[in-house]
């Protein structure tokens, strides 16, 4: 089934296309600007936010995630979108560079608040595994056809446009992403039974996250992606421009290439998943993806300059990455209750970026200030240790439904008959029955009918083991090693 005969996905993939255009136009726009108001400085302007850019994306994502259940969605989103097209409209009119960093910043906290939300909605509509997955390859492809499509977009409206009016076409397609988010039928978010306030329901969602092996592993992939990543869009200009003595052109090809192989390999990852699975396939594209890099080191170091060989090496390099980290969607939907999916997909977000930022300095610098070849042997250094830390955090045994125990507990939570914890006694004869019969559970002490309305009252759970899908939720608040471990 293809993902695209579901409404609600074509409209919220068609607004993340419209959004994904302006961004990249904005980028070039930024670009100019940054020349504009610091001339030579200008690269360390752009830099500059580049890290303000990374440290929006770790701080604000976990907190949006922790308030995404408590807000409606819809609103949520569109009101996000129209900030930022407000934001984007007032940069053609700034005069100093700090102008620049606040409404930078301030954009990219949106777009923090703003994804994470968006990604744990798409799982609620695509329902199925398969469909969910080339859910996940259409927004890699839409990705990839962004970073060729925008700057090729924005030469051509700077024919006609200032750089000024790159930003006004940005904040136009801010507006339509709302207007089709608004046209598009988003289903309630599923209750929680997290209770607390936004610091304990963001620290949820980065606890559980880190205390899930696999999501362990995929974090490990995650900095590995962001160190081959950051070597291509850091370096190759430098590769292209002072190794192999090539243009603008040659610099454009490459990054062509890298989006290409990119874009083959989106196109594949369905059927490779089905052939072999996600940890096999996400093991195999950073440890191809690293070696490439190391490849790259021992071409310069042996003094080859061959500009077709480092273009192939882009191209796998490309689509190493992506066989990396597409399916890891997949991963985090599993990984995460129905209500608490906008709190993992956060984590995910932020802590995923935390690699970028790492990375962006160690192969930024070194690129600058050592031999390009230096720049090369660290991006693939540091991405096959990401790749080796991801086989021994994320077993090979990664079954869904896991035997575990339960103590006796007390808490209160939203609940109904059909919940799979609701075997539990009520009330003031819940402590009567604790003491009389310690191992009884699955009592009532007062009879709820057959009403299927969610009722919260404080309750006690007996002392169970039992099999089911697990999840860190409020339940189970830590990993099982075995089925006697109590969780």
Same mark, same amino acid.
């Given at each position: 089934m293809s993902p695209f005969s579901i409404a609600a996905f074509r409209h919220l993939f068609s607004a993340q296309v419209t959004s994904l255009i302006g961004t990249g136009l904005t980028t070039v726009?930024?670009?100019?600007?940054?020349?504009?108001?610091?001339?030579?400085?200008?690269?360390?302007?752009?830099g500059s936010i580049l890290v303000l850019k990374m440290v929006a994306y770790l701080v604000i994502a976990p907190v949006a995630g922790g308030m995404a259940h408590l807000l409606p969605r819809r609103a949520w989103l569109v009101g996000l979108?129209?900030?930022?097209?407000?934001?984007?409209?007032?940069?053609?009119?700034?005069?100093?560079?700090?102008?620049?960093?606040v409404l930078v910043f301030v954009v990219n906290a949106a777009s923090a608040a703003f994804t994470p939300v968006f990604q744990?909605?798409?799982p609620e509509i695509v329902e199925d595994e398969r469909t969910y997955t080339k859910g996940l390859?259409?927004?890699?492809?839409?990705?990839?056809?962004?970073?060729?499509?925008?700057p090729a977009l924005a030469a051509a409206l700077l024919f006609v446009w200032s750089f000024g009016s790159l930003f006004m076409a940005n904040s136009l397609t801010f507006v339509l992403s709302a207007i089709l988010i608004v046209s598009t039928s988003i289903p309630r978010a599923a209750a929680t039974d997290r209770e607390g306030g936004v610091y304990a329901n963001?620290?949820?969602?980065?606890?559980?996250?880190?205390?899930?092996?696999?999501?362990?592993?995929?974090?490990?992939?995650h900095f590995a992606v962001s160190c081959v990543g950051a070597m291509i869009i850091v370096n190759t200009v430098v590769l292209t421009r002072s190794v192999l003595g090539g243009t603008e052109?040659?610099?454009? $090809?490459?990054? +062509?290439? #890298?989006?290409?192989?990119?874009?083959?390999? =989106?196109f594949i990852i369905p059927k490779m998943i089905d052939a072999c699975g996600e940890r096999r396939l996400m093991m195999f594209g950073i440890f191809a993806a690293a070696l490439v890099m190391l490849i790259g080191a021992m071409l310069i170091?042996?003094? $080859?300059?061959? +500009?077709? #060989?480092?273009?192939?090496?882009?191209?796998? =390099?490309?689509?190493?990455?992506t066989f990396a980290q597409t399916p890891g969607g997949r991963l985090v939907q599993r990984s995460a209750g129905a209500g608490d999916r906008s709190a993992f997909f956060a984590a995910n977000f932020a802590l995923s970026h935390g690699g970028w930022l790492i990375a962006y300095g160690v192969v930024g610098w070194l690129g600058s200030l050592a031999d390009l070849s230096v720049a090369f042997m660290a991006s693939g250094g540091l991405a096959l240790i990401g790749a080796m830390a991801a086989i021994m955090l994320w077993p090979k045994q990664d079954p869904l439904e896991i035997d575990h125990s339960h103590p006796g507990f007390w808490h209160e939570h939203p609940h109904d008959h059909d919940d799979p914890h609701h075997g539990h006694i009520h009330g003031g004869d819940a402590q009567v029955m604790q003491e009389n019969n310690p191992n009884h559970h699955g009592v009532h002490s007062r009879d709820h009918g057959r009403d299927k309305q969610k009722h919260r009252h404080r309750h006690y759970h007996p002392p169970v083991k039992h099999k089911h899908r697990f999840v860190i939720d409020s339940h189970h608040t830590r990993w099982p090693v075995d089925g006697s471990e109590m969780v």
């Open positions: 726009a930024l670009s100019l600007l940054a020349y504009d108001l610091a001339g030579a400085d200008a690269g360390r302007v752009l979108d129209i900030l930022r097209a407000t934001i984007v409209l007032c940069l053609p009119f700034v005069d100093q560079i700090w102008q620049v960093f744990a909605i798409i390859s259409y927004a890699r492809l839409a990705y990839d056809l962004e970073n060729l499509i925008s963001t620290r949820f969602g980065v606890m559980a996250y880190l205390k899930t092996p696999r999501l362990r592993g995929l974090l490990a992939v052109i040659l610099t454009t $090809v490459f990054l +062509a290439c #890298a989006g290409g192989g990119s874009m083959i390999a =989106a170091v042996n003094g $080859v300059q061959t +500009a077709i #060989a480092f273009a192939a090496l882009w191209v796998l =390099a490309g689509a190493g990455t």
